[in-house]
């Protein structure tokens, strides 16, 4: 069927949003129309179900977006683009809103993508370029065309990764139980009646806090929500680190089969990690990338607009193909870099035994500190990067921080403004009474009124065979190294950095039981005490990436920090 489109309410404001971005290219059609439904015919038979938007007179350059959201969710974005002379074709994935076939998340992407191109190609309206876009599973999707012999021309990739479990499931060797039990109730209730998605969302906190809690945790969807996908069992089951599983829905793995690529990625997303090793694969392979970096939370509405304007300036040959946009955080502003990371000098502050971060760079006495882990009562996330929306991004951490299981130290107010561009480390040794334990650490900013708010952390489950065997992880002394996820940020003058120690950040990643088997087997809940070592010959450390430190108008000297030059 074709009509003139109509905008449901959510549809009209993306429109509306995209209409009021300055710098977009102006109208060219007014008379867009949109035929529904068309049936596109997967390999196995299977009718994917596809809307096309355009205007009489439209070029011949396309925009391909495939989704399992529905294809009236992205109706303002489709408008928008078929109003500035182009095609616009939406797709269902296989099992959902009316498309043959069941959803198995990533399981039929490549098939499926390479039926949709070559249905495309042969369209007598489609003789120019292929342009693919969209973010999170829109991404996993274009991904996906990279396996097969026909691909976009090029491809515009939001908050994704190549490697879907490694970067959103599995980081750190646990299990992100917030992302998949979120995803997996959202996707049972998006095709309800309004009454009843409605009722699903009032009730969506409380079944997440008791999903997260589920034993065994295979089951946390069947008890949050009462549905039980057999996706998110599989998840579960195929949780160990290298399991062949997981191996065909590894896409793009052969990056000279990745056409010209713009990555959007978000300093709060969880797919950020993964989407800056992606973005290094295909700078060290002499691909074409472009990387930009905002202050986003996973699904922001500015990574829409972000996105969209640049697969606009693509088609008009002025969109930039290398190089990176990043957004400093705490009021540092746009910047533009040749790479990413740029170069820097690593700052080093020392955990102290009396909870402070030193930068004196004058060695600390011995001392164990040490805290009990009960899963009984897991550690709480606080925030993170996470697709729970009740819990997203860079959240107070006073309750947590008031926990005796959480270990906090701080450091001096900063004399000057401190530019934090990369990725920091946390280098300390770590013991604990069950050989299988947790260690999670987070960064976080004290503003000048005394509120703690969480700015990156990171997470490693450690497995008594990994500690002191391998040497990515560890150092000569049998220090563990932990990496914290990239930022970019300026810390204030007046403020304070702070860093937190635990065993725990639940649900961002699921509670440790402490058995042998801590994602499938919660039979038991073991308790465990933990020691960290600081001071002495081996300290614990923490490392930034100081791009500059920029003195403030307020104070004339730098902060006494130990500075070593790096790369």
């Known amino acids: 069927m074709t009509d003139a489109p109509r905008l449901g309410g959510a549809a009209r404001r993306e429109y509306r949003r995209l209409a009021r971005v300055a710098d977009m290219p102006a109208k060219t059609h007014q008379d867009v129309v949109r035929t529904t439904g068309i049936r596109v015919a997967s390999d196995d038979g299977a009718a994917l179900l596809t809307d096309h938007w355009h205007a009489e007179g439209s070029g011949g350059d396309t925009i391909l977006i495939r989704t399992p959201y529905g294809r009236d969710g992205i109706a303002g974005v489709a408008l928008f683009l078929a109003e500035r002379g182009h095609h616009v074709v939406v797709q269902s994935c296989r099992g959902t809103f009316g498309s043959g076939g069941t959803f198995d998340p990533l399981h039929d992407e490549v098939a499926d993508g390479q039926a949709t191109m070559r249905w495309l190609r042969a369209q007598p309206w489609a003789t120019g370029r292929v342009h693919s876009w969209g ?44 992302t998949p039990l979120t995803w997996a109730y959202a996707l049972d209730i998006q095709e309800r009646a309004l009454p009843s998605k409605a009722w699903a969302l009032l009730r969506a906190r409380r079944g997440f806090r008791r999903g997260a809690l589920a034993v065994p945790p295979a089951d946390a969807v069947r008890v949050a929500r009462g549905a039980d996908p057999q996706f998110y069992r599989d998840w579960v089951e195929h949780s160990d680190q290298g399991d062949p599983w997981w191996e065909p829905m590894h896409f793009a793995q052969d990056v000279d089969s990745i056409p010209p690529v713009t990555l959007v990625a978000g300093w709060q997303d969880l797919f950020l990690v993964g989407q800056l090793d992606d973005y290094a694969a295909l700078r060290d392979a002499g691909r074409p990338v472009r990387l930009i970096v905002g202050d986003w939370v996973h699904g922001a ?214 058995t042998e088997d801590p994602v499938r087997d919660h039979s038991r809940l073991i308790p465990s005490d933990q020691t960290v070592r600081v001071g002495g010959t081996a300290p614990a450390t923490l490392t930034l990436p100081a791009l500059a430190v920029v003195p403030s108008r307020s104070h004339a000297s730098s902060p006494a920090v130990h500075r070593r030059v790096t790369r």
């Open 135 to 178: 973010g999170s599973y829109f991404g996993v999707t274009q991904w996906a065309y990279c396996d097969g012999d026909d691909r976009p021309d090029a491809l515009g990739i939001a908050i994704s990764a190549r490697r879907f479990d490694d970067a959103i499931l599995y980081p750190g060797g646990g299990f992100s139980i917030d």
């Open 301 to 514: 509405p500015d990574i829409t607009v972000i996105g969209v304007r640049e697969v606009l300036r693509s088609f008009t040959g002025t969109a930039q193909t290398e190089g990176v946009r990043i957004d400093v955080t705490g009021g540092g502003g746009w910047r533009e870099l040749d790479s990413w990371p740029p170069p820097y000098t690593a700052v080093e502050l020392e955990l102290t035994r009396d909870g402070r971060l030193d930068g004196t760079g004058v060695a600390s006495p011995a001392a164990d500190l040490t805290y009990r882990y009960d899963p009984v009562a897991p550690t709480p996330d606080a925030g993170g990067r996470t697709l729970n929306p009740f819990s997203a991004g860079r959240r107070p951490q006073h309750t947590r921080e008031r926990r005796a299981d959480v270990l906090v130290f701080t450091g001096d107010r900063l004399p000057d403004d401190l530019l934090v561009i990369g990725t920091p480390m946390i280098t300390l040794s770590f013991a604990s009474s069950n050989p299988r334990a947790d260690l999670f650490v987070r960064l976080c900013e004290v503003d000048a009124r005394g509120v703690s708010r969480a700015l990156t952390d990171g997470y490693r489950r450690l497995r008594p065979e990994e500690v002191h065997t391998d040497e990515t992880h560890t150092d000569e002394a049998g220090r563990i190294r932990l990496e914290l996820a990239p930022l970019a940020h300026r810390f204030a003058a007046g403020s304070r950095l702070r860093v937190q120690v635990s065993s725990g950040a639940h649900p961002l990643h699921l509670r440790n039981p402490g």
